[in-house]
């Protein structure tokens, strides 16, 4: 997979120093938009910059740009989409519009976002009939522990990395209901339960096994 990354979520997992995990868990790359650069992390992450900058050199991340999409002839598109979202989700957060726009246009399968207020992008993707799918930090935490690729002492610690250094006061109990809810228990769309199955099968995952070793430690 690949994903197209909001501001919040790039803040998160760099405060924490954990950037790594969004290159291990999209195979198929990160990318942002260069206004999410230019001005959402210029506004809200200068500190991290430097880094953030290392990386989009080394290509780590890929930055769009309004003349690199000219030359992939999806420009045109990319402005459907903006236009289209800013009508959705206001003018409020242009980072989440630019970001959601530019995997509509890319056609990335993965939003990666921490914005999870009813009108926002996570929920409101949930209910439209779209082909993106939004994960927030501890979705994609989640994620990458029931593939095996960590243990669920690791989960823990990361999560709790990532919820001090950005001071969310998330719960992480609250986080593992709801991604439950969401894929198994009640689903937002078909699609959904359809998608974690084929992760089930592919990995042979032992999902009420591996759930409950991670309940025990929260």
């Not at 989640?142 to 990395?161: A, C, H, K, P, S």
């Not at 919820?163 to 109990?173: Q, Y």
Request: glycine share 4%; proline share 1%.
């Amino acid at each position: 997979m690949r994903a197209s990354l909001d501001t919040n979520i790039i803040i998160h997992f760099y405060r924490a120093n954990l950037q790594n995990i969004l290159f291990e868990s999209f195979e198929d790359g990160v990318f942002i938009y260069e206004q999410i650069r230019i001005i959402e992390l210029e506004n809200h992450a200068k500190e991290l910059l430097k880094i953030i900058d290392a990386d989009i050199d080394a290509g780590r991340i890929g930055l769009y740009t309004d003349d690199k999409m000219k030359q992939q002839s999806v420009f045109e598109m990319f402005q459907k989409n903006v236009s289209e979202n800013r009508m959705l989700y206001g003018s409020g957060d242009l980072g989440e519009v630019y970001a959601i726009s530019l995997a509509q246009t890319l056609g990335a399968y993965s939003l990666l976002t921490d914005d999870t207020k009813q009108g926002g992008p996570y929920m409101s993707l949930l209910q439209f009939e779209d082909d993106i799918m939004p994960f927030t930090f501890a979705d994609v935490l989640l994620l990458r522990y029931l593939i095996g690729m960590v243990d669920e002492f690791q989960t823990v610690q990361d999560f709790n990395t990532i919820n001090t250094a950005s001071s969310l006061n998330w719960s992480f109990r609250s986080q593992v209901s709801k991604f439950v809810k969401r894929f198994w228990r009640d689903p937002y769309r078909k699609e959904d339960h359809e998608w974690i199955q084929k992760l089930v099968d592919k990995y042979n995952i032992r999902v009420k096994s591996k759930l409950s070793a991670l309940s025990k430690l929260i």
